[in-house]
């Protein structure tokens, strides 16, 4: 029987996460203080869970994952199977073309973004902070922290992108369920919400302006940590244990990508299942490319600037050397809220720079990217969320071309999410322009 699901058991979770910067051609460049106000790695250093701060500057390429950590990535269903996507394939023709994917929409809230939830959490509690202060955009990192909080007997608040908190009534009753405090951002709860809502009682919110919000209401209280969803090296470093279950999975049946795909907002759940073989190309002992698929709504790798920029819409974090559209940048909306931000994190900006990782933006009528949805889910069976649809509409694109061109080619394509919340992006219209 040729096997379509390839699984590992639990005791063969990796024990160390990987981190790529000490492989990095040329380093990666270091975060800056701007010229104005008040420092902002100092305000970080208060703001931030201690041992991740400790990780964002780690030069060390392997890390422990506390076995604490691990319990808890088992007790949420890790490892997560690879499968082959034999019935996409009969659909497309491919005779040349061997396709899998990853399934990090098997996860309690429907996401990857649990994989770096649970240490953020865990190293919270440890560091005795009792409260989780984050911003979301899609809202499934803000149902990750939440469900993170739940399982170490913290609580969470969570400033969430107006456009889409009023767009997701399901996803918001989530969050409360696992007990979180969700806010409108922006909201009345920071001086920069009221300033916005001032300015227009009506604003749609940004993920910069929610991440602005979180910042100044983890200061306003006590034993308040704030956690990241996306681009610092910790996240991407938590999100590694995508790419280390894929390349023993890989192993077991003998075959190996030639094509790593992902969809990519801020870079972690590219980053995820990129890196570690990444890491294997840097070091000479794998060949395989990389594939970021983004929206036209926010296509900060393809058609950003390389630069020093803030993270946020406030300018409350250091300045980071990413391609940015800018930290003021207005994105049109879009159903797959998650790949609207306006940059792309500091270790997949510079491995861009290099020359090892290609992009490609879909239009923000998102008119192919759910067709391609629609193709999974009528082949593989899957529901996956818009954010995913990016990632599967790329895969097939590559495929078809490889196919075309009679090259023997396998792609591996990362899915993000499930679609079960979001599943009024299949049947209405997309609000972005084309
Ligand atoms: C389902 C899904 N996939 C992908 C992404 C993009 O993640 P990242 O910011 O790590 O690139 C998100 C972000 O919210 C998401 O919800």
């Known amino acids: 029987m040729a096997l379509e699901q390839i699984a590992l058991r639990p005791e063969e979770l990796p024990r160390k996460w990987y981190n790529v910067v000490p492989d990095i051609p040329g380093g990666l460049p270091p975060p800056k203080e701007p010229q104005d106000g008040e420092s902002r790695m100092a305000a970080l250093q208060r703001r931030l869970v201690g041992e991740c701060l400790r990780q964002e500057a780690s ?84 149902t990750a922290l939440a469900y993170a909080a739940r399982m170490m007997g913290l609580k969470s608040v969570v400033f969430w992108v107006r456009a889409v908190y009023d767009w997701k009534p399901e996803r918001r009753t989530l969050m409360e369920l696992y007990g979180a405090v969700v806010h409108a951002s922006p909201s009345g709860e920071t001086p920069f919400g009221r300033k916005l809502l001032a300015e227009n009682p009506a604003h749609p919110g940004s993920l910069g302006i929610a991440v602005s919000e979180g910042l100044e209401f983890t200061d306003l209280g006590k034993d308040r940590v704030y956690c990241l969803g996306s681009v610092l090296n910790h996240v991407l470093l938590h999100q590694s244990i995508v790419g280390l279950e894929a390349i023993e999975q890989f192993k077991l049946i003998d075959d190996s990508p030639d094509l790593v795909v992902a969809c990519l907002g801020g870079g972690s759940n590219f980053g995820g299942i990129a890196l570690p073989f990444m890491g294997e190309v840097l070091q000479g002992r794998r060949r395989c490319e990389f594939l970021a698929a983004q929206s036209a709504a926010a296509p900060s790798l393809s058609k950003g600037e390389y630069r020093y920029d803030h993270g946020d819409t406030a300018g409350h974090t250091p300045l980071m050397m990413m391609y940015t559209l800018g930290h003021e940048a207005t994105m049109v909306p879009i159903k797959a809220d998650g790949l ?95």
């Open 59 to 142: 030069t060390d390429r392997w890390v422990d994952i506390p076995e604490g950590v691990r319990e808890l990535y088992i007790h949420a269903g890790r490892p997560r199977p690879l499968y082959r996507a034999r019935r996409l394939e009969e659909r497309l023709h491919l005779r040349k073309v061997r396709i899998y994917y990853k399934r990090e929409d098997l996860s309690p809230t429907g996401s990857h973004k649990v994989n770096t939830a649970l240490p953020q959490a865990y190293y919270a509690a440890k560091e005795g902070k009792q409260t989780l202060v984050t911003e979301t955009g899609a809202g499934q990192w803000g």
């Open 340 to 434: 609207r931000y306006h940059a792309a994190a500091p270790i997949v900006s510079a491995l861009r720079k290099q020359g090892y990782v290609g992009t490609v933006a879909y239009p923000a009528d998102e008119v192919a990217v759910f067709e391609a949805a629609k193709t999974f889910l009528e082949t593989e069976g899957w529901l996956i969320a818009g954010e995913s649809a990016h990632a599967v509409r790329a895969g097939i694109d590559e495929a078809l071309k490889f196919e075309a061109k009679g090259e023997e080619k396998c792609i591996l394509i990362n899915i993000s999410g499930h679609g079960f919340l979001d599943i009024d992006a299949y049947r209405t219209k997309s609000p972005g322009p084309g």
